[in-house]
């Protein structure tokens, strides 16, 4: 298969294009370095089966050259996390929705067959859990900026969904906090780049709130795996499908871990949400994926435990995170 990933620089995007290249695919990434790296697809250098271009999705000349060559594409290119969309709302918005709309447009015109990244986010505050596909959304007031994200990624998720009806085979990934090697330690606030990073700087390990707050922890492996499946399987067109472990943990639970499995000397530290985000700021105190739809239409089953994907997740942290 001839593959176009964009955004494959980032962490999940360099996981699944090494995923294809080892499926046999040849791949192509577009990524403008925003917030990806090119360490994450250094080793494919050279590689005849893979191509990176340094650009941007909102060049629709680019993505109209390239798109009729591509038997499928993965759609993972976004401004990604709470604190980048706080930090520029307006460019985050508009990677995530315009870009989005420039690349279901071209996936249309050539009628190419595409998997769209979307976020738990998605289900913004709603607080009775497990979260169905078709569950409806919660969410606070367009003055708080974090619900810009939840917002601009369900407007992808509408562009697809009317595509659909048109006929264009796509089908949607809710990732649920995905983890692993290649998290950036600079990132988007990823939890567990954080608290490696701290415990293993000898830093506190600041848990937000009152650390009770829990999240589904997902590791790469299975976030890849549930990626390829939407793109494989004839009856994941057209559906939104949660991606990630039904496996709780509350946050402070997982620093106690962080801090054990890295034999840190940090203290725990508790801050106020205000102290991060300032006034107003909203966090959902769960957050958890009913995964039955994606076992029965994509033979979704997360395989990798917490404790197994942490230790490989801190393992590479170390080698990888600088003093
Ligand atoms: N990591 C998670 O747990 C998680 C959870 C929910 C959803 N997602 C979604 O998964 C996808 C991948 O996220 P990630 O965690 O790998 O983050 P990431 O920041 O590592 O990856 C995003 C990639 O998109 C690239 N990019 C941003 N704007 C671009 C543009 N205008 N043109 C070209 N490339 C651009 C960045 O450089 C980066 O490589 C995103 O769509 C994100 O919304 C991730």
Same mark, same amino acid.
């Given at each position: 298969m001839r593959v176009l990933v964009t955004g494959g620089t980032g962490y999940i995007g360099s996981h699944l294009?090494?995923?294809?290249?080892? $499926?046999?695919?040849?791949?192509?990434? %577009?990524? *403008?370095? /925003? +917030?990806?790296?090119? @360490?994450? %697809? $250094? &080793?494919?250098?050279?590689?005849?089966?893979? $191509?990176?271009?340094?650009?941007?999705?909102? *060049?629709?000349?680019?993505?109209? !050259?390239? %798109?009729?060559? !591509?038997?499928?594409?993965?759609h993972l290119a976004a401004a990604v996390g709470v604190r980048h969309i706080v930090k520029d709302p307006l460019a985050a918005i508009n990677?995530?929705? !315009?870009?989005?709309?420039?690349?279901?447009?071209?996936?249309? $015109?050539?009628?190419? !067959?595409?998997?769209?990244a979307s976020t738990s986010e998605i289900y913004g505050k709603a607080s009775h859990v497990p979260f169905r596909e078709d569950d409806d959304r919660v969410l606070g007031s367009t003055a708080v900026t974090r619900w810009s994200y939840s917002m601009s990624k369900a407007i992808d998720e509408h562009f697809a969904f009317a595509y659909a009806a048109k006929g264009l085979p796509v089908s949607i990934v809710r990732y649920f906090n995905s983890y692993g090697p290649r998290?950036?330690?600079?990132?988007?606030? /990823?939890? =567990?780049?954080?608290?490696?990073?701290?415990?293993? &700087?000898?830093?506190?390990?600041?848990? &937000?709130?009152?650390?009770?707050?829990?999240?589904?922890?997902?590791?790469?492996?299975?976030? =890849?795996?549930? +990626?390829?499946?939407?793109? @494989? =399987?004839?009856g994941?067109?057209?559906?939104?499908?949660?991606?990630? /472990?039904? &496996?709780? +943990? /509350? %946050?402070?639970e997982l620093a106690h871990t962080v801090k054990r499995l890295t034999r840190s000397k940090s203290p725990i530290q508790f801050v106020p949400y205000e102290v991060c985000y300032g006034s107003g700021f909203e966090d959902p105190r769960r957050r958890v994926p009913a995964i039955d739809k994606a076992k029965r239409l994509l033979g979704f089953q997360p395989k990798v435990g917490l404790e197994t994907g942490l230790k490989k997740t801190l393992a590479w942290c170390r080698e990888h995170y600088r003093h």
């Open positions: 294009v090494d995923a294809l290249i080892r $499926r046999g695919d040849e791949v192509l990434v %577009i990524d *403008n370095l /925003s +917030t990806g790296r090119y @360490e994450n %697809i $250094r &080793h494919l250098r050279g590689n005849p089966a893979f $191509r990176f271009i340094n650009d941007t999705i909102l *060049n629709e000349a680019l993505l109209e !050259r390239m %798109i009729p060559s !591509r038997d499928l594409i993965f990677t995530n929705v !315009r870009g989005t709309e420039v690349v279901l447009d071209q996936a249309f $015109r050539y009628w190419k !067959r595409i998997v769209i998290l950036d330690e600079r990132g988007y606030g /990823s939890v =567990v780049a954080n608290f490696a990073r701290q415990a293993l &700087h000898g830093e506190p390990i600041t848990v &937000h709130g009152d650390g009770q707050q829990s999240r589904c922890f997902t590791f790469i492996s299975d976030t =890849v795996a549930g +990626t390829l499946l939407a793109g @494989e =399987v004839a994941a067109v057209g559906e939104a499908f949660n991606i990630g /472990s039904p &496996h709780e +943990t /509350s %946050i402070l």
